[in-house]
């Protein structure tokens, strides 16, 4: 700072704005940040978070969590039943989306798709012999989460549904997602009729038959290539995944055709897929789950590998912490509402689907997905400047997923925890917004932010962690 | 009177902000209080003191709450949607620059974009300052923290982290810094020069700057420590290392230390270095029983003024022991002719001080020629002024101390806490003299003179109704080159019949010859 050049002084300027005024006037340089109190104004966290900032061995640990995420290479291997494959899942077991929650204490739809998953499997003959069954314990919940595998909405997987096996060819971790039902009545959403339990039997079956035999005859997929093709199409692979769906389509048709099934078994699956445009979004969400999962682990990284929600608590997961999750309240989101429904009606924030933006997709990647901005309200303009924004709390760029918007630059990858806290500036989703009762279905989507409160929560556990350990 | 509160959530604005628009809101037609704070604890405590609030909840620390009382409904709600209008219509605090499209939200945001930052000014709400300060030392930076409220652990464990990796920390509550002549915070434009300076007060650090610049001589570096530098706990750290800075500084030839009394083993400390330094250096620790004026290349300056003085001697080769200061100017017939323009009970002075720099060294002057003075905060607990809203005998008030200012403006900023101070003195039927200090320079009021000038012409109206004429005594803290011009405040002061003199030191020493000449 001294010994240079009289009038010369470069300052970074926080608080009373003007200050910085009088130094650009008598000569030096002044910058002014934006500032308003970190951590949403908890004090104790604000501390926390300065012992982090600009750590090498933390820095050191994220360079590593984000090289294994930006090195995996998540491949569609195939289609099976959830119990056969997914480690640890037992055969009395649900999985949900989100963080963990009781049974008693599940929302709406959750409780509506569980109740819908005991009679799919036949454990119970009706609703509330089912209901009686998870009172007593005898079926066990569980986050997806904690089991390799996602799941929009309610997340619900039980082990006869099949799902899809995606593989990190590079690190050797696999992830899974079961099948998208489509809008309307549906099981993610609650519903729980005969139809929608027809429809999982009919998917377990001859869906299942037709994918698995297609993939078979595959040499597997690389997902993050259709991924790729399909940010440059108009996706962004959360609220939008037509162009995907396509692409997966394109990939699958020729193989299904000579896996030697019934036509009819082969039409009907090959209709079902062209009929649903967000047919891809759980494989989606299962390529970003592998990819994820390979940087979660890293000793001292501050490298956010899961944001999800169970309609209750909205929670996140850091790859230094291990199986920690950071809860608070899920919000209920503020978004464009179908006809005749509001806010009042919105179960609060649910689904496994924020794995999209965990990996720097969804909401992180709207600038390539300017028909989305208008769905869920606002601009392209918008959508440039939501994604720059988030560039600011990553740490680094996917540039194997780039977007043609924001001159081909890559991704906003890694979100890291001291930057939401110390910016304030929280990572933007996209969701779709589901009724609060069980089986109504989707009234409405937007755009939702990550609520600070988890960050806040896992800024203070890295801290008392951290200052264990030498700086 | 009807009251009312708004909460804008995730709003942030800066206290001076947030100050300048209760101003604005309280003087709206039929507001008779207002009040906009970030919802922290300790504001929201505030609010309830000046009964703006009963019961609040639901504002969290990141909200912004408004709070108005005024003489109907109506007014009120005006002027709730006025502020909210106001907050809305701010310009964003500022860009980073052309290229930037938006403000960086983090030091390490704007770090980004500015690469060569050397130091990062902090004047944010103090529970926040030493996180922000971390931050900066953990980035590489030095430091000024102008906030305050800072924990004294915090300030230790933030000079112990800059002295692991050499980074300066001037702070907390260091309100005035020169560093390569780019003032900081509170300061005046000086000529430069080869006079170095490393002061625990901000207020000190301007008025020996601008009597150098008075004398003629000017100022390399001027490096602010925070006005607890020097108590045990912290034992000096950053004004040690000024001392090492302008030791090694090329520029700096003299180098002037100044603080109120430090700790015994602090003050041993620093003048052991400084004795060792190689460079002629002025210590004046205002009120410490300093041993002789002069000892090797050690001058010991008794006042703000003397420090200057010896200082500019230095700088020109001159010896400063022999020289002599005058008391202030005015002869013994001027001094009898003040004096007969009093009534019988006037007979005592009150300082309304908003350096508090300069009402601890007048306390110490007025002291030697007519005894102790009353304060909220005196040299000697016995004097100490309980109810600091009435002026008892002799009695010097800092203005710009905690007590006056929790939830108002610092006086060096907005007037009208002591302009009412003025008003009250001088109907009081025992006041001879008031003596006020204006200090200009960046970040100060930008007319002073001119608005204490209406606040002298109310006094002396509101005393003459009474038949008495008060004398007032001034003094303006600041340079030609300021952006309010030394000479300008001084002929306002002139105008409004005030007696102006040329510094603190020259002030208190004339208020003391006035009371004692009753």
Redesign the interface.
């Known amino acids: 700072m001294y010994g240079k050049p009289p009038q010369s002084l470069n300052v970074i300027n926080v608080g009373v704005g003007s200050f910085a005024d009088v130094i650009n006037s008598a000569g030096g340089q002044a910058v002014n940040v934006d500032w308003r109190p970190p951590a949403g104004g908890d004090a104790k966290a604000a501390r926390a978070l300065a012992g982090l900032v600009n750590d090498p061995a933390i820095d050191q640990a994220n360079r590593t969590a984000l090289e294994k995420f930006l090195s995996a290479k998540p491949v569609l291997e195939g289609v099976e039943r959830a119990g056969d494959v997914i480690p640890g899942m037992g055969e009395r077991t649900i999985l949900h989306s989100g963080p963990p929650v009781d049974w008693q204490d599940v929302c709406g739809p959750v409780s509506g798709a569980v109740i819908g998953a005991v009679m799919f499997e036949g454990w119970a003959r009706d609703r509330d012999a089912a209901a009686a069954l998870l009172r007593h314990g005898e079926v066990t919940i569980e986050p997806c989460h904690h089991h390799s595998t996602v799941g929009p909405m309610a997340g619900i997987t039980s082990p006869s549904m099949p799902v899809w096996v995606v593989s990190n060819a590079t690190g050797g971790n696999k992830a899974f997602a079961n099948l998208n039902e489509g809008l309307g009545k549906v099981l993610r959403f609650g519903a729980n009729s005969p139809e929608v339990i027809d429809r999982l039997q009919w998917m377990a079956t001859t869906l299942a038959s037709v994918l698995a035999a297609a993939l078979a005859a595959s040499d597997g997929i690389d997902i993050r290539t259709i991924m790729a093709q399909a940010l440059y199409m108009g996706d962004e692979v959360h609220n939008r995944n037509a162009a995907a769906t396509g692409l997966l389509f394109k990939q699958l048709v020729s193989h299904a055709l000579r896996s030697g099934l019934p036509v009819e078994d082969i039409a009907q699956a090959m209709e079902f897929i062209a009929g649903n445009d967000h047919f891809f979004l759980n494989v989606s969400m299962a390529a970003c789950k592998s990819m994820l999962d390979a940087a979660h682990g890293v000793p001292g990284s501050t490298m956010v590998t899961a944001m999800a929600r169970n309609g209750v608590e909205f929670g996140i997961r850091v790859s230094g912490c291990g199986d920690q999750w950071f809860t608070t309240s899920a919000p209920v989101v503020d978004g464009l509402y179908f006809p005749s429904y509001s806010m009042a009606d919105a179960a609060p924030d649910l689904g496994d689907s924020a794995i999209t933006e965990t990996a720097g997709l969804g909401g992180f990647a709207m600038a390539a997905s300017p028909a989305i901005v208008q769905f869920v309200g606002g601009t392209p303009a918008d959508a440039i400047a939501r994604s720059r924004e988030m560039q600011a709390i990553t740490i680094g760029r996917n540039n194997a997923l780039t977007i043609p918007a924001l001159d081909f630059a890559g991704t906003a990858s890694g979100i890291d925890v001291r930057k939401v806290v110390d910016t304030g500036i929280l990572p933007i989703i996209n969701t779709g917004i589901a009724h609060k009762e069980a089986g109504i279905g989707q009234i409405g989507a937007g755009i939702t932010r990550a609520p600070m409160a988890c960050f806040t929560k896992a800024i203070l556990s890295l801290f008392e962690t951290h200052s264990g350990s030498p700086a | 009177m009807p009251t009312a509160q708004r909460i804008l959530s995730?709003i942030?604005r800066?206290?001076?902000?947030l100050m300048r628009l209760s101003a604005d809101l309280a003087d709206l037609p039929g507001v008779t209080q207002a009040s906009a704070i970030?919802a922290?604890e300790a504001n929201i405590r505030l609010l309830f003191e000046a009964g703006l609030i009963e019961q609040m909840s639901g504002a969290?620390?990141?909200d912004l709450l408004i709070a108005i009382e005024g003489e109907d409904e109506g007014s009120v709600a005006a002027a709730l949607d006025r502020a909210e209008a106001l907050l809305n219509n701010a310009p964003?605090?500022?860009t980073?620059?052309p290229d930037e499209?938006?403000?960086?939200?983090?030091?390490?945001?704007?770090?980004d974009?500015?690469p060569?930052?050397?130091?990062?000014?902090?004047?944010?709400?103090g529970?926040?300052a030493?996180?922000?300060a971390?931050?900066?030392v953990?980035?590489?930076?030095?430091v000024m923290i102008?906030?305050d409220n800072v924990a004294i652990a915090e300030e230790l464990a933030l000079k112990q982290l800059a002295a692991k990796t050499d980074r300066?920390v001037m702070g907390p509550d260091c309100g005035s810094a020169i560093?390569?002549?780019?003032?900081?915070?509170f300061?005046n434009?000086v000529a430069?020069g080869d006079i170095g300076i490393v002061a625990a007060s901000g207020t000190g650090l301007q008025q020996v700057s601008c009597l150098i610049d008075h004398l003629g001589r000017g100022v390399s570096?001027a490096i602010g420590t925070g006005g607890r530098d020097l108590n045990a706990m912290i034992d000096g750290a950053t004004m040690l290392q000024g001392l090492n800075?302008l030791a090694d500084?090329?520029q700096t030839a003299v180098i002037v230390l100044i603080s109120k009394p430090p700790a015994a083993e602090v003050a041993a400390r620093i003048q052991a270095r400084a004795a060792g330094c190689g460079k002629p250096v002025v210590i004046s620790f205002l009120g410490s029983d300093a041993g002789a004026p002069q000892s090797g290349n050690i001058s010991i300056a008794k006042t703000l003024e003397q420090a200057a003085h010896m200082a500019v001697d230095l700088s020109k080769g001159v010896d400063p022991s022999g020289r002599m200061l005058p008391r202030h100017g005015l002869g013994a017939p001027e001094i009898r002719d003040l004096i007969s323009t009093l009534s019988d009970g006037q007979q005592y002075m009150r300082g309304l001080y908003s350096g508090g720099t300069f009402s601890y060294e007048a306390m110490l002057l007025l002291e030697k020629d007519i005894g102790a003075v009353n304060s909220p905060s005196p040299i000697k607990a016995k004097n100490k002024l309980n109810d600091i809203w009435s002026s008892t005998g002799n009695t010097v008030l800092d203005l710009g101390d905690d007590q006056f200012t929790r939830g108002r403006p610092h006086p060096m900023i907005d007037h009208r806490l002591r302009n009412d101070r003025i008003l009250q003195e001088a109907r009081d039927p025992e006041t001879a003299v008031i003596l006020l200090d204006v200090v200009i320079g960046?970040?100060s009021h930008p007319a002073p003179a001119e608005a204490m000038a209406a606040a002298i012409n109310s006094a002396r109206e509101a005393a003459n109704e009474i038949g008495h004429h008060p004398i007032f005594i001034t003094f303006v803290c600041g340079t030609k080159a300021d952006p309010q011009n030394l000479v300008r405040q001084q002929d306002a002061l002139r105008r409004a019949g005030a007696v102006v003199v040329e510094n603190n030191a020259q002030a208190a020493r004339l208020a003391g010859d006035i009371i004692s000449g009753l």
């Open positions: 995730d942030y800066d206290s001076v902000a970030m922290t969290a620390p990141s964003p605090q500022a980073g620059g499209i938006r403000a960086p939200r983090s030091m390490e945001m704007a770090l974009g500015f060569d930052a050397d130091l990062a000014l902090i004047s944010c709400p529970e926040y030493a996180a922000e971390t931050k900066a953990r980035l590489g930076l030095d102008f906030s300066l560093i390569n002549g780019v003032p900081l915070g300061a434009v430069p570096q800075i500084d090329e960046h970040g």
